[in-house]
């Protein structure tokens, strides 16, 4: 989508500090960071919401948490803990309208 602002990262179009990369997602560093590790990883394909994935292409949310187990790894996280999550629409808190999971760690998170 033209206007979608993950699309453009995903595109090159802006900037972003790219931590991971395949030919289905990209991971950057959030640029707001709630903890020491936050990461965003992002399909390449714009799905407004988790809503709008279909059925048959649910594949990408595994491949999403791939990405996850390599990166909590990559950043020393894997063993001392990190949340994964994703906001859905106005109620969930999304902000950005392009299906991201949040890889948040490096302190201690309130349950
Ligand atoms: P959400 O509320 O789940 O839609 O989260 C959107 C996230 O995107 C927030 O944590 C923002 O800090 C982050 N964000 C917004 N713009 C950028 C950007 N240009 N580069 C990296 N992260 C961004
Ligand atoms: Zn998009």
Redesign the pocket.
């Known amino acids: 989508m033209s206007d979608c ?2 699309c453009k ?1 995903v595109a090159g179009e ?4 790219i931590v991971y990369e395949n030919d289905q997602l990209i991971a ?7 903890a020491p590790v ?1 990461l ?1 990883i992002v399909p390449r394909k714009h799905y407004p919401t988790l809503n709008d994935i279909p059925d048959e292409e649910m594949d990408i949310i595994a491949e999403i948490h791939k990405a996850v187990k390599v990166l909590a790894k990559k950043f020393g996280v894997a063993e001392s803990g990190y949340r994964t ?3 859905t629409n106005k109620e ?7 299906v ?1 999971y ?1 890889l948040i760690g490096g302190r201690q998170l309130r349950a």
């Open positions: 602002l993950f990262i802006i900037p972003a500090d950057f560093k959030d640029i707001n960071p709630k936050h965003l999550l994703v906001n969930g808190g999304q902000v950005i309208y392009h991201h949040h």
